[in-house]
């Protein structure tokens, strides 16, 4: 079982930058591909980033490229997600996620342990 603990949220201007973090307890992260999701008010929980088992590979939603970068760091059992140039649009509760998985997933059906979310607030 693997427990997911997000960190790194908080208001920021819009433009600003924040990074998240997501801890792992249990089962090394090595063992999981990662990635990170977002949920608005009122809206479907959607993909942001992933990377692979290795950390090798990244995908990234079209609406954060360039912008968000996703890493995993094995040793620390810890994934980052950091995030440039902050829109208001950004605004949502972001989520970590854990895959029994080699490759880069982005269906959130696919993955297997989630944390409860940090909230990240840009205003204009």
């Known amino acids: 079982q693997v427990q997911l603990v997000e960190s790194g949220g908080g208001l920021v201007q819009a433009g600003g930058s924040l990074r998240l973090s997501c801890v792992a307890s249990?089962?090394?992260?090595?063992?999981?591909?990662m990635g990170w999701f977002r949920q608005a008010p009122g809206k479907e929980r959607e993909f942001v980033s992933a990377?692979?088992?290795?950390?090798?590979?990244?995908l990234y939603a079209d609406s954060v490229k360039g912008r968000f970068t996703i890493s995993k760091d094995n040793a620390k059992n810890t994934v980052y997600l950091q995030m440039n140039s902050l829109r208001p649009e950004d605004t949502a509760l972001y989520y970590c996620a854990a895959a029994d998985k080699t490759m880069v997933v982005i269906l959130r059906q696919w993955y297997d342990y989630w944390g409860q979310g940090t909230q990240v607030t840009v205003s204009s």
């Open positions: 990377t692979s088992r290795s950390g090798a590979s990244s």
């Open positions: 249990g089962p090394t992260l090595m063992s999981y591909a």
